[in-house]
T-cell receptor, first 110, second 114 residues
Framework: EAQVTQNPRYLITVTGKKLTVTCSQN?????MSWYRQDPGLGLRQIYY???????DKGDVPEGYKVSRKEKRNFPLILESPSPNQTSLYFC?????????FGEGSRLTVL | AQSVTQPDIHITVSEGASLELRCNYS??????LFWYVQSPGQGLQLLLK??????LVQGIKGFEAEFKRSQSSFNLRKPSVHWSDAAEYFC????????????FGTGTRLTIIP
């Protein structure tokens, strides 16, 4: 089954404790992206990757890092999380113009 | 830069009634347009998309949308809503050059009353 898998789905952490949200897709897509969803703001792009070893900032990259060492994986790294990064995060991969989304990772930073 | 406006934050309709969710976009070229639905606690599911051709597009779950270039709109419609349609709906425009990203509107939350 074609899918985008994110882990963890839910996480509560404390300020400053580094965390990584993993994302994996099995569709051999070159393009992958991370979004965050906040009430009243819709989904905003954090980072994207056009292919392996090619990443770039989206609209709200501050406080985040990504890496793309292999095509299927695109982890999102929060080196020093802060409460304003409490949000619902979605990973997506793209086939032509259509985005396929993971089920989301709800992160709470205390 | 492209942008999407969904002017209705929250809409309430009765089950069986018709529905129209509004979406206006700003984009310098012919847009690729999408509607996604997000049920509570779920990810985003594609309802329908418009790339070119017939301006009335059919999607899943009985939804349709009409692209009107003159009004820069891509409104979503359903003739008769079901309780299971309660969800949040997002309109999005795809930027075809450079980042090639999808820009989302802020969403419309749909509540269905019996």
């Amino acid at each position: 089954e074609a899918q985008v898998t994110q882990n963890p789905r839910y996480l509560i952490t404390v300020t400053g404790k580094k965390l990584t949200v993993t994302c994996s897709q099995n569709m051999n897509h070159e393009y992958m992206s991370w979004y965050r969803q906040d009430p009243g703001l819709g989904l905003r792009q954090i980072y994207y990757s056009m292919n392996v070893e090619v990443t770039d900032k989206g609209d709200v990259p501050e406080g985040y890092k990504v890496s793309r060492k292999e095509k299927r994986n695109f982890p999102l790294i929060l080196e020093s999380p802060s409460p304003n990064q409490t949000s619902l995060y979605f990973c997506a991969s793209r086939s032509r113009e259509e985005l396929f989304f993971g089920e989301g990772s709800r992160l709470t930073v205390l | 830069a492209q942008s999407v406006t969904q002017p209705d934050i929250h809409i309430t309709v009765s089950e069986g009634a018709s529905l129209e969710l509004r979406c206006n976009y700003s984009y310098g070229a012919t847009p690729y347009l999408f509607w996604y639905v997000q049920s509570p606690g779920q990810g985003l599911q594609l309802l329908l998309k418009y790339f070119s051709g017939d301006t009335l597009v059919q999607g899943i779950k009985g939804f349709e949308a009409e692209f009107k270039r003159s009004q820069s709109s891509f409104n979503l419609r359903k003739p008769s809503v079901h309780w299971s349609d309660a969800a949040e709906y997002f309109c999005a425009v795809f930027r075809r050059f450079g980042n090639e990203k999808l820009t989302f509107g802020t969403g419309t939350r749909l509540t269905i009353i019996p």
